[in-house]
């Protein structure tokens, strides 16, 4: 008995918690996320982004976080300095093919470093040679075209294992040129941004282009060549070739629009009983909607602004009004947001029966004593003298006096009479009585022979 009483507080406790974290949990997993596999490089990383001096840690500023409305579940597999030779031997590994089975999307963006090394241009700058110099122009462009080919082959390859793990989208990320103008045009950076321009605009049209555009690759070509043409200064990191918040968004944004393309997200379908009047609240239905992150409602007109900050929760797709009007239902999803309206015109006010109330038993009036009015006082005017009040005088109380009594004859005789006399007529009443009596009693007995 005394160890129950010690466990109840514990009992009651773990009671509390769960009642707390079950609905919390739940709430969680009603949020559906997008799972994206990330394959790719240091860009992929997010490299110098939020700490460089951890560049090889995944930053949650890179693009695949961004996608959509970024509450997206990320799976990496990518690693700084990796070639697409590189890439390809990852996603042979076996957690790397696990991670490719959860995928809904799968972000490729590979073969930056290949170039890189091609073209070798860290060395060409500290040669000094010249861009200018045909021999050199030839031998770059000799490389290239070898990086090229092993890069094609490469994508190839990696896209039939992605196929062989999932049916998700493949979006494949062309090259962008990380070389920004110098504003001296004869300067070599000057030459270093027209040649990288040759370069990238050459391999996406002769490598990336056309790998996507197959129809039995299921993947979908995403143009950051172009999106990054003339916003070096907004997109890369100054003295480097990596991307900047801004530039990472662009890519997230390119990617975003193809799966808006690829999965739209379905539109907010809004609906309620609307047959007939009723004096009830009406319960609006809103059907299911896929990635669903999070649906809130307003009264009025409302716009996506209007939810940022405020909004009723949804349950379970349904929620209920007591008044005619406008509704706003928003819906955010893992892809976008959206807000349409709903309009409520059958409730009508309840009519309440009146109540039949007692008649109140009233009380009988009072009558109040009738004060008769006082004799008014005239006041004096002011040139008359102000006589002293005289006592009322009232008539004299008569008394009567006896009359006397007339003897016509002789003295008068003195009031001597008392009541004695008829005391002793009374007292010999009673004894005249009691003896009837007893002589009655007697006569009885002597008859019934009685007497001894």
């Not at 560049?55 to 697409?84: C, K, R």
């Not at 690829?262 to 990635?291: F, R, W």
């Not at 209920?320 to 406008?326: L, S």
Request: hydrophobic share 35%; with cysteine.
């Amino acid at each position: 008995m005394n160890m129950l009483k010690k466990l109840l507080p514990v009992f009651i406790l773990v009671f509390l918690l769960g009642s707390v974290l079950i609905p919390t949990s739940s709430a969680e997993e009603s949020e559906e996320k997008l799972t994206i596999v990330s394959l790719g490089d240091s860009i992929t990383m997010g490299w110098n982004i939020d700490n460089p001096q951890s560049p090889n840690v995944q930053s949650t500023s890179a693009f695949p976080f961004l996608i959509g409305s970024g509450n997206n579940e990320v799976l990496n597999v990518s690693y700084p300095g990796w070639t697409s030779a590189n890439l390809l031997s990852a996603v042979q590994q076996e957690n790397s093919l696990e991670k490719l089975k959860q995928a809904d999307v799968v972000t490729l963006n590979i073969g930056a470093n290949d170039l890189l090394k091609a073209t070798n241009l860290q060395g060409l700058i500290s040669s000094g040679k010249s861009l200018s110099d045909p021999a050199v122009v030839a031998e770059i462009q000799n490389n290239v075209l070898a990086a090229s080919t092993e890069i094609s082959k490469n994508l190839a390859m990696i896209i039939n294992i992605i196929k062989q793990e999932t049916d998700a989208p493949i979006l494949l990320y062309s090259l962008y040129n990380p070389f920004g103008p110098d504003s001296d045009p004869m300067s070599l950076f000057s030459q270093i941004h027209v040649l990288g321009n040759q370069i990238t605009g050459l391999v996406n049209q002769n490598v990336y282009g056309p790998i996507s555009n197959a129809n039995d690759t299921k993947s979908h070509y995403l143009d950051s060549y172009s999106a990054y043409d003339g916003k070096h200064i907004e997109y890369i990191i100054p003295g480097d070739i990596h991307p900047t918040k801004l530039g990472q968004q662009a890519l997230a944004d390119l990617a975003t629009a193809k799966l808006v393309e690829l999965m739209p997200p379905g539109n907010i379908v809004a609906s309620y009983p609307s047959e007939g009047e009723t004096s009830d609240p009406v319960i609006i239905k809103i059907e299911e909607i896929q990635h669903l992150h999070e649906l809130k409602w307003l009264p009025g007109e409302k716009s996506v602004e209007d939810f940022k900050e405020s909004g009723n929760l949804i349950s379970q797709n349904t929620f209920e009004v007591t008044e005619n009007g406008k509704y706003s239902i928003y819906a955010k999803t893992a892809l976008s947001e959206s807000v349409i309206s709903i309009e409520v015109t059958n409730i009508v006010p309840k009519v309440e029966e009146p109540v039949e109330e007692e008649p109140k038993e009233e009380n009988p009036p009072i009558k109040e004593p009738i004060v008769e009015p006082k004799d008014e006082v005239t006041p004096p005017k002011n040139d008359e003298k102000v006589k002293p009040a005289q006592p009322k005088v009232t008539d004299p109380v008569k008394i009567e006096k006896p009359k006397p009594t007339v003897v016509k004859s002789g003295h008068a005789l003195p009031n001597t009479a008392t009541s004695m006399y008829s005391i002793l007529v009374a007292g010999m009443c009673l004894v005249g009585v009691g003896g009837g009596v007893f002589m009655t009693q007697r006569i009885r007995k002597i008859k019934a022979g009685k007497i001894e």
